[in-house]
């Protein structure tokens, strides 16, 4: 296999095999100390080494520019269920994932249509028409059982993720300088009301507050 994918906390039984079964191709090593990473590696040659946490940040003492690797290296950081889908199924379609054994399913535990639908999502994010009735018709399946659905191969509700990944690209936005006007338009909101409320909800302080506080703002002249 030609992809590894390290955990920086050591999972229970059961939480390892939950991780085995969702990405059967890839060799998972759920692993808290460093060194024995660090051997591991050593030992081992792959085209992608992906270093994941749950949490923020990888534990202080991972100093991974130390490690000076061959192998390309990835790091992901506060991963959700879905994040995990979306990236598998991008290495998958990128080609980095060998066939797994015969002795491994290879049955995906969401079904295409799911994922079809979340291609739909990033797609229209920043369309302020963009509802659950729009994205279930997309896949031609009712809006009560796309919203059951997703609740239970995510874990997170779709308006949740939808405003999730809004105040995300709002955030990036904001500290690149664009006004908040503009910002709140962009998202896909419609309200710039509804938008700061929203906002200072999910990251603690208003748009124009987070704006001043963390983004660049152009030099004059």
Same mark, same amino acid.
């Given at each position: 296999m030609d992809v590894l994918l390290i955990i920086s906390h050591k999972l229970t039984e059961e939480e390892f095999l939950r991780v085995q079964n969702?990405?059967?191709?890839?060799?998972?090593? !759920?692993?808290s100390h460093f060194p024995t990473v660090v051997k591991h590696l050593r030992k081992e040659r792959y085209k992608l080494v992906v270093f994941l946490s749950f949490e923020e940040a990888l534990p202080d003492?991972?100093?991974?520019?130390?490690? !000076?690797?061959?192998?390309?290296?990835?790091?992901?950081?506060?991963? !959700?269920?879905?994040?995990l889908f979306v990236f598998y199924s991008f290495l998958d379609a990128v080609g980095l994932l060998a066939n797994p054994s015969s002795s491994v399913t290879t049955k995906s535990e969401i079904?295409?249509?799911?994922?079809? !639908?979340i291609e739909f999502i990033e797609e229209n994010l920043?369309?302020?028409?963009?509802?659950l009735e729009q994205v279930a018709s997309s896949i031609f399946v009712s809006r009560c059982h796309y919203s059951r659905m997703f609740k239970e191969y995510f874990g997170i509700g779709f308006k949740e993720y939808v405003m999730n990944k809004r105040i995300q690209k709002a955030k990036v936005m904001l500290q690149e300088g664009t006004p908040v006007t503009d910002v709140c338009y962009a998202v896909g909101y419609g309200d710039l009301?509804?938008?700061g409320r929203v906002f200072k909800k999910m990251v603690g302080i208003n748009p124009s507050d987070f704006r001043r506080q963390k983004g660049r703002m152009p030099s004059c002249g």
């Open positions: 969702m990405f059967p191709n890839m060799i998972i090593l !759920s692993e003492s991972w100093k991974i520019d130390q490690l !000076s690797l061959n192998n390309p290296i990835m790091i992901l950081l506060k991963v !959700s269920k879905l994040d079904p295409p249509l799911l994922y079809k !639908s920043c369309e302020n028409e963009l509802c009301t509804h938008f």
